[in-house]
Structure formats: structure tokens, C-alpha cells
């Protein structure tokens, strides 16, 4: 069972996030019931270029991560310095910071079992003054967990309801469906891509950061060998507990698997189609009898996925996470101020039915102000 939401207290966190989009870090004040602001900034181009880089195996990794998790901790000080300008508080007033920081590794259960997010932790909390509570995957990993989704706690917190089943999709880089059954069991996962493999290519082609609502793969066909082959990954048909990120699904993977003469508005119809089917099917897997499906997350703004989404999901009613009072940018920034909050309160922030860990655990580390 999940945590439920602690009663609003004069408790003020901040939750800083960086998905694996990599379009920059969102951060929301949280007083542990609701939003009371938020401020996303993009990254500087050349940390967002080497954090991408990062995600692959490259020479002098040491010394380039350790460079990138001071660029990281800088950017979580700045957007911490403009959300308190924003907001109107002092340092002083906030209880602790749940900082995310920037995945770039995610084999829980490969090799020996890790999970890396970079950032430095002690930078953080030197220049932003304030406790931070970072590292709030490996304790889950360590405890034979996939340390992913970790939103799913917050999502039933949030979202879940006593009268009907409902889901809440994340469609951040990668997508993260949470299953909030009536009878307060909580399911969770990655359904795969969401806008990972869509940004890339529409990078590449257009030299756009993301597809705007869809208008580019609108233009194109969706390829059908070309979407059986990307289907056939076998992530797609494994039993949850599973998760992933840019390890398996990056531009290597998609031109491994794309024919010569392929489109690229054609390719994009393709990835759009991939990301709406993947996470469709994995729904009516998991939960048959969903008739309610909150969206959230960056890909919630795409209004051609949330149309083949409704298409590919006839009698699911969908909703923004925005009409129950949380905007999709601020969904899982909240959810880490949360776990930052659990932390505090020595409660445990992991669901072993969703990750798969031998129990429930604390999770997170900290860096005292
Ligand atoms: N108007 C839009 N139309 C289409 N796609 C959009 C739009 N706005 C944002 N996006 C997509 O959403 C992405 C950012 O989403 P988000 O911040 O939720 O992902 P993330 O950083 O990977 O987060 P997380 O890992 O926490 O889920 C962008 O990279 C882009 O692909
Ligand atoms: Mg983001």
C-alpha cells in the first residue's frame, strides 16, 4: 500500500526533476498536498549535448560524468534560486530538496545491478543552502528492485480514487504507466518510448527539439513492417516488474531496425504510433477493465498521441492530470519533493509490487544544508 498523502503542514519541499527527454529541469514548491509553483528551465546546450553523450559509452567517462553532475547541481541551484524568487520564500523556509538528478546508465538487472543519476549532491547543497535528498533510485535496486517507476506511490497518493480502476500514463522520454486498483493495490511500469525516439529523429531530420502536437508525423504514414519490427523488441512483451531508458531505446536501435527508402515523416508516423500501441496494449494487459486513463507528462501536450491514444482505447476515458489540479510539467517534480518527503518522515518511498524489491524501503541520501 502506498503512503497516503500527509496532511498539509507548514513543511515546504522542493522537487527538481530531469527525465530523460532531457529538455531541462522542472522544479515545483510542494507543501505536501499541492503545487504552489514551478519553473522549468532548459539546460545549457553544451551540458544537455554531453548529458545525451553520456548515455552511451564513450573515453574519460569518470572525469566527464563528474564534470556533468556539477553542471547538473549548478542548473538545480539556479532553477531552486528562480522558483524562491517566484514563490516569494527564503532558503530557510524549505523543509528539503528531492533532486533527481540525471540518469544516464539504467541496468538494474543487468551486469551486477546499478542505476546511475549524476549529480553532485554536496555542490548542490552548498550553493542552494537547503537539505538536498538525492539518489532515490539505488536503495530500491539495491533491494533487487528495477528502482523504476518510483511515480506510481505519488500517482495513487494523488490520483487514486475508492470508486473505479484508474491509470495514469508518463509520457516523459520514456512512457510509465501507474494501475490504481479500487482495492488499493498499485501497479506500475515502463511501457517504453514516449517522446525519446520521436525527439531524436525529428532532431536529426528538422533540427527541432520535439515534434510540436504531433504536426510532423500527422504529415506521414505509419510504416506497418516497420512498426512489427520495432514491436518485436522483446521489452515490449516482458511481464512487469520492468523499466528502462535510453540504454536500449536510442537512434542506434530505431536505424538498426529502419529499410532504405523509409520517409522520415513516415518514420515519425511510425515512432508515434509505436509510442500510442505499446502503451495502449501494455493498459489493456494490465488493467482490462480501465475505463479511466490520466495523462501526464510533456507528451500529454502532443495532440495527435493523446488522439491515437483515445483511438486505440475506445470506452478509457482520457483526462490531463492538469484537470485534477497538477499540469502535466508538474507530475513528477512533485512526486520527487514527495519522496524527498518521505525521506524526511521516515517513511518508505518505494512499492515493491511495482519495482519488484524484496520490501519496502527509505529511499534517497542525504546532503545537509
Ligand atoms: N507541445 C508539445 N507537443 C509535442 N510534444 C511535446 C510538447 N511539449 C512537450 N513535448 C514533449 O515532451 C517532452 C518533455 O516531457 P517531460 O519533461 O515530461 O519528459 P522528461 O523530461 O523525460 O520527464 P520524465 O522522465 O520525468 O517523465 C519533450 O521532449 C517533448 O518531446
Ligand atoms: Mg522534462
Same mark, same amino acid.
Given at each position: =500500500? ?20 532531457? !529538455? ?43 564534470? %556533468?553532475?556539477?553542471?547538473? %547541481? ?26 533527481? @538528478? ?6 538494474? &538487472?543487468?551486469? &551486477? ?35 523504476? /517507476? ?32 479500487? !482495492? ?13 525516439? =520521436? &525527439?531524436?529523429?525529428? %532532431?536529426?531530420?528538422? @533540427?527541432?527539439?520535439? !515534434? ?13 513492417? $516497420? ?41 515519425? %508516423? ?16 494490465? =488493467? ?17 498521441? =493523446? ?7 475506445? @470506452? ?10 497538477? /499540469? ?19 517513511? /518508505?518511498?518505494? $512499492? ?7 520490501? $519496502?524501503?527509505?529511499?534517497?541520501? $542525504?546532503?545537509?544544508?
Amino acid at each position: =500500500m502506498a503512503s497516503p498523502l500527509p496532511s498539509k503542514s507548514d513543511a515546504l519541499y522542493i522537487g527538481l526533476m530531469s527525465g530523460t527527454s532531457l !529538455d531541462g529541469v522542472d522544479a515545483v514548491l510542494f507543501d505536501g498536498q499541492a503545487v504552489l509553483g514551478h519553473v522549468h528551465a532548459p539546460f545549457p546546450p553544451a551540458l544537455r549535448d554531453e548529458l545525451l553523450a553520456l548515455n552511451a559509452p564513450g573515453a574519460n567517462e569518470l572525469h566527464r560524468a563528474a564534470l %556533468a553532475a556539477n553542471g547538473i %547541481a549548478r542548473s538545480y541551484a539556479d532553477v531552486t534560486a528562480q522558483l524562491l524568487e517566484a514563490t516569494g520564500h527564503r532558503r530557510e523556509d524549505i523543509t528539503a530538496l528531492g533532486a533527481h @538528478g540525471q540518469t544516464v546508465r539504467h541496468r538494474p &538487472d543487468g551486469f &551486477d545491478g546499478y542505476t546511475t543519476q549524476l549529480l553532485n549532491g554536496a555542490l548542490l547543497a552548498e550553493q542552494a543552502g537547503i537539505d538536498v535528498v538525492c539518489d532515490l533510485r539505488s536503495r530500491d535496486v539495491a533491494a533487487g528492485g528495477q528502482g523504476a /517507476p518510483l511515480v506510481p506511490a505519488f500517482h495513487r497518493a494523488f490520483f487514486g480514487v475508492a470508486d473505479r480502476d484508474v491509470a495514469a500514463l508518463n509520457l516523459g522520454g520514456i512512457a510509465n504507466l501507474s494501475l490504481l486498483f479500487t !482495492d488499493g493495490s498499485t501497479g506500475g511500469f515502463d511501457t517504453g518510448p514516449a517522446n525519446c525516439l =520521436m &525527439d531524436g529523429w525529428i %532532431a536529426r531530420h528538422r @533540427g527541432l527539439a520535439f !515534434d510540436a502536437d504531433g504536426a510532423w508525423a500527422a504529415t506521414g504514414q505509419v510504416l506497418p513492417e $516497420l512498426l512489427t519490427v520495432l514491436l518485436a523488441e522483446s521489452f515490449f512483451a516482458l511481464a512487469p516488474p520492468k523499466s528502462t531508458g535510453r540504454d536500449l531505446f536510442h537512434l542506434d536501435w530505431l536505424d538498426a531496425r529502419l529499410s532504405p527508402g523509409q520517409a522520415p515523416e513516415d518514420v515519425q %508516423a511510425t515512432l508515434l504510433e509505436l509510442t500510442a500501441r505499446s502503451a495502449a496494449e501494455a493498459l489493456k494487459a494490465q =488493467m482490462p477493465g480501465a475505463t479511466s486513463l490520466i495523462a501526464c507528462g510533456g507528451g500529454a501536450r502532443n495532440g495527435r498521441l =493523446m488522439q491515437r491514444l483515445a483511438e486505440l482505447l475506445p @470506452g478509457v476515458a482520457i483526462t490531463s492530470s492538469a484537470e485534477l489540479g497538477l /499540469p502535466v510539467d508538474q507530475v513528477e517534480a512533485a512526486a520527487f519533493a514527495w519522496l524527498a518527503q518521505c525521506f524526511k518522515e521516515k517513511r /518508505p518511498g518505494n $512499492l515493491p509490487a511495482v519495482t519488484g524489491a524484496a520490501g $519496502l524501503r527509505i529511499l534517497g541520501a $542525504l546532503y545537509p544544508s
